[in-house]
T-cell receptor
Framework: GAVVSQHPSRVICKSGTSVKIECRSLDFQATTMFWYRQFPKQSLMLMATSNEGSKATYEQGVEKDKFLINHASLTLSTLTVTSAHPEDSSFYIC????????????FGPGTRLTVL | GENVEQHPSTLSVQEGDSAVIKCTYSDSASNYFPWYKQELGKGPQLIIDIRSNVGEKKDQRIAVTLNKTAKHFSLHITETQPEDSAVYFCAASIIGRGSTLGRLYFGRGTQLTVWP
């Protein structure tokens, strides 16, 4: 499988601050990365699709000005939670994949965000 | 869009017994079905996947079956061990579209507990 890293693994911040989460594809160049959020005991909810060199595609109901996504290189995508509030506290996970006959997606270890 | 249903939501088995998790999907165009295992506080890990041109796939104690006509697929774990305890997610996707990586549609997850 592919190796995907996320940084930081855990972050605690005060309400109103912005937090940046990095997702790196360590094995291959990823033209597409996905960002998910997951609440306790729930499934993964797709937030946006991050395409290298172009604007991200956001799912319905996800505020693009709130969750800024930058996919500046083929190995790095960042998610910035702007003006974070306690309701933004969640587990954020990225996935990467290389279009092929299987289109397999590999997930990062996740980032636990806690907003006080 | 695609709708994936997963059952049961919780499953408890004795060590050594078999466990079966079932999923149904709605979009007949879906042709790729991965299964992910997620341990507490970690990102999902791909454990097995199957394409629609195959009816069954096995990897040691894990097997997946697919019934395209009925639009359902199942995960079978034999000789369960306590370390199999985790949340399992099924997913469906449409693959093979060249440069576009298929989006995954997830089930709600199954909490599997294996008692020693």
């Amino acid at each position: 499988g592919a190796v995907v890293s996320q940084h930081p693994s855990r972050v605690i911040c005060k309400s109103g601050t912005s937090v940046k989460i990095e997702c790196r594809s360590l094995d291959f160049q990823a033209t597409t990365m996905f960002w998910y959020r997951q609440f306790p005991k729930q499934s993964l909810m797709l937030m946006a699709t991050s395409n290298e060199g172009s604007k991200a595609t956001y799912e319905q109901g996800v505020e693009k000005d709130k969750f800024l996504i930058n996919h500046a290189s083929l190995t790095l995508s960042t998610l910035t939670v702007t003006s974070a509030h306690p309701e933004d506290s969640s587990f954020y996970i990225c996935s990467v994949g290389r279009p092929s006959s299987t289109d397999t997606q590999y997930f990062g270890p996740g980032t636990r965000l806690t907003v006080l | 869009g695609e709708n994936v249903e997963q059952h049961p939501s919780t499953l408890s088995v004795q060590e050594g017994d078999s466990a079966v998790i079932k999923c149904t999907y709605s979009d007949s165009a879906s042709n790729y079905f991965p299964w992910y295992k997620q341990e507490l506080g970690k990102g999902p890990q791909l454990i097995i996947d199957i394409r629609s041109n195959v009816g069954e796939k096995k990897d040691q104690r894990i097997a997946v079956t697919l019934n395209k006509t009925a639009k359902h697929f199942s995960l079978h774990i034999t000789e369960t061990q306590p370390e199999d305890s985790a949340v399992y997610f099924c997913a469906a996707s449409i693959i093979g579209r060249g440069s576009t990586l298929g989006r995954l549609y997830f089930g709600r997850g199954t909490q599997l507990t294996v008692w020693p």
